[in-house]
């Protein structure tokens, strides 16, 4: 077994909105500004990425809202924790293996 860690990057620009965290599809935990989450993987293979979700009425009417993905990151088979950095850019989320 290891752990995963997930930073997010303390920014105004998306401040307010919540990241859902999944692996391998799954909804394992979610992460607010600046904030650092951790959750358990066994050995094998997963793919982790970041989502947030925003109400279409978000924008009083005005456009957007849906879903925006990160970047996916493939955690390859091993033993050792992983450490990720997520942060919001314009109309993105990045996602990283540090």
């Not at 909105?17 to 989450?37: E, F, H, W």
């Not at 996916?72 to 314009?90: A, C, I, R, T, Y």
Request: proline share 3%.
């Amino acid at each position: 077994m290891r752990t995963v860690f997930i930073q997010r990057e303390k920014k105004f620009w998306g401040s307010a909105c919540i990241y859902m965290v999944l692996c391998d599809g799954k909804t394992v935990a979610s992460i607010r500004n600046g904030q650092t989450v951790s959750f358990i993987i066994d050995d094998k293979e997963h793919i982790i990425q970041c989502q947030q979700t925003t109400p279409v009425n978000f924008y009083d009417g005005y456009g957007g809202g849906g879903t925006i993905f990160s970047d996916v990151v493939n955690v390859p088979v091993g033993n050792k924790d992983v450490k990720l950095f997520v942060s919001p850019q314009l109309a993105s989320l990045k996602l990283e293996l540090l």
